[in-house]
Each structure stands twice: as C-alpha cells, then as structure tokens.
C-alpha cells in the first residue's frame, strides 16, 4: 500500500471515528433528555401510529445489534491484523449512528400540558399558528421562532386532540 493511500485511509477512518463520536453522543442526549422529562412530567407518552411502532421497535434493535456486530467486527480485525474487518465495522457503527440518531431526532412524546419534539419540551399553551401540511410536516411558532418536523410515524388525530384543548 503506498503512503498517500494509508494517509487517506487514516483521515477517512479518523472522520468516521468523529462521526461516531458525535451522533452517539447526540443519541445519548437525547435519550437522556426524555428520561429528564418524563421525571418532570409522567403524562409523557410517545405518539407514535402503527407504522411509527414498527418503524422505530425495529430501528432499535437493528441499531443495538450494528452496535454490538460492529464493535465486535472492530475487534476482532484487529485481533487478526485485518484490516476490511475493523473498516467495515466502522462504516456499520457510523450509518448506523446517522439513521437511528435521525429517527431518535423526529420522536414525539405528548403530555398532558407539555409536548417534546425532538430534545424540545413546548408548552401546548404557548404554540402559535399551528399548520399541519399534506407533505407529513407540522410547523408552529414557538418563542417567536418557526418550527417544524415529519409526522410520518404520528398519531396525528391524538397530536391533534391534545393540542387543541
């Protein structure tokens, strides 16, 4: 292997490595975040449709089990000096990490007075121009600012009965 080609392969390998870093590190905010508020308000629950339980039950265990066979793909490449093995676990790790931190982003949980998009908890009481489009997208004004996000994997009629009382 010449020089410039394990050059490449060190930068790409160490760009993955920050693409891990930075999207499992943003799954685990979240997470956290709703375990946070879900203290802070027990009415909290997820608003998800049917295909929204499938969607993300499946989500997460083709995410726990990338997680585990990359990681052991990881180790065992460099157990045996190769290195396709370690590479591919990486790329698992890091596609993996994208799409479920992308998911994980787009959850909706609905309460009793508060709702949470996201890492966000809105108060129902204060949302403005509230508009759900065609295209699976909701969009309101909350502090002054617009917001939106996909209703593909809602139950929009209780997103909607909750809003509106």
């Given at each position: 292997?010449?020089?410039?080609?394990?050059?490449?392969?060190?930068?790409?390998?160490?760009?993955?490595?920050?693409?891990?870093?930075w999207f499992s590190y943003s799954i685990i905010n979240i997470l956290f975040t709703f375990f946070k508020c879900r203290k802070l308000d027990?009415?909290?629950?997820?608003?998800?449709?049917?295909?929204?339980?499938?969607?993300?039950?499946?989500?997460?265990?083709?995410?726990?089990?990338?997680?585990?066979?990359?990681?052991?793909?990881?180790?065992?490449?460099?157990?045996?000096?190769?290195?396709?093995?370690?590479?591919?676990?990486?790329?698992?790790?890091?596609?993996?990490?994208?799409?479920?931190?992308?998911?994980?982003?787009?959850?909706?949980?609905?309460?009793?007075?508060?709702?949470?998009?996201?890492?966000?908890?809105?108060?129902?009481?204060?949302?403005?121009?509230?508009?759900?489009?065609?295209?699976?997208?909701?969009?309101?004004?909350y502090a002054q600012q617009e917001y939106n996000f996909s209703t593909r994997f809602i139950d929009l009629t209780q997103l909607r009965k909750?809003?509106?009382?």
């Amino acid at each position: 292997m010449s020089q410039s080609n394990e050059i490449f392969l060190t930068i790409t390998t160490l760009l993955l490595i920050l693409v891990i870093l930075w999207f499992s590190y943003s799954i685990i905010n979240i997470l956290f975040t709703f375990f946070k508020c879900r203290k802070l308000d027990n009415s909290l629950t997820f608003c998800f449709n049917t295909l929204g339980k499938f969607v993300f039950s499946i989500s997460t265990i083709l995410y726990i089990g990338c997680l585990i066979g990359g990681i052991l793909a990881i180790v065992y490449g460099l157990l045996n000096n190769s290195t396709a093995f370690w590479q591919n676990g990486l790329n698992v790790i890091a596609f993996m990490s994208v799409a479920f931190g992308y998911l994980l982003s787009s959850i909706v949980l609905v309460g009793r007075k508060n709702m949470m998009v996201g890492r966000m908890m809105i108060d129902y009481r204060k949302l403005k121009k509230v508009n759900y489009s065609y295209t699976n997208k909701m969009s309101f004004v909350y502090a002054q600012q617009e917001y939106n996000f996909s209703t593909r994997f809602i139950d929009l009629t209780q997103l909607r009965k909750k809003i509106s009382k």
